[in-house]
């Protein structure tokens, strides 16, 4: 089957209007009306995935549509690489942790900094340097936990000066 430019046009660009089922079904009944090697056209001539095609194939075939799984795609959450790595960041923490001095919320402060935590989780519950996140995902699983990643203010007293008097050495 000979594929004119304007027809070629038409095809690919209702293939990219499409989504999910209906434009693997689209895609399958196109390549369905190529005929006998109709994949390798459509892979060839519109740039068309036949691993797509296949799969649209078997929901016009079968009449069953595949779910596209959105939800299941991307990365995955560092604690499900590293089960116990919530429990060993607050293991770390709790010792260095400190309440706000003002007592005016709830949050605990940390001495570490996120780069001191994550070197202790190598050092200490023997992680891999490859394997273990970035210092930047170790900040935020320590503000997940509800650790604040600031100085500790330590308590002091205010300084009272005496104002100087005329018989004082700094008067001058």
Same mark, same amino acid.
């Given at each position: 089957m000979e594929l004119t430019e304007s027809l070629r046009k038409m095809l690919v660009d209702t293939g990219k209007t499409l989504t999910g089922a209906e434009r693997?079904?689209?895609?399958?009944?196109?390549?369905?009306?190529?005929?006998? *090697? *109709?994949? @390798?056209?459509?892979?060839r001539e519109l740039d068309w995935s036949r691993v797509t095609v296949r799969k649209g194939m078997h929901e016009l075939e079968r009449g069953i549509r595949c779910e596209d799984a959105y939800c299941l795609r991307g990365r995955k959450r560092s604690e499900q690489h590293l089960p116990? !790595? !919530?429990?060993?960041?607050?293991? !770390?923490?709790?010792?260095?942790?400190?309440?706000?001095?003002?007592?005016?919320? @709830?949050?605990?402060?940390v001495r570490w900094t996120a780069t001191r935590v994550r070197a202790l989780l190598i050092s200490r519950k023997g992680y891999?340097?490859?394997?273990?996140?970035?210092?930047?995902?170790?900040?935020? +699983?320590?503000?997940?936990? *509800?650790?604040? !990643?600031?100085?500790?203010?330590?308590? +002091?007293? +205010? +300084?009272?000066s005496a104002r100087p008097t005329r018989s004082s050495r700094s008067w001058r």
């Open positions: 693997r079904l689209f895609m399958a009944r196109t390549v369905r009306s190529f005929g006998v *090697g *109709g994949q @390798r056209i459509a892979e116990r !790595l !919530l429990d060993d960041i607050r293991d !770390l923490a709790e010792g260095q942790s400190q309440t706000d001095p003002t007592f005016r919320s @709830r949050r605990l402060y891999d340097d490859k394997t273990l996140p970035s210092v930047r995902t170790i900040a935020r +699983k320590l503000n997940g936990l *509800g650790y604040r !990643l600031r100085r500790v203010a330590k308590c +002091k007293p +205010k +300084k009272r």
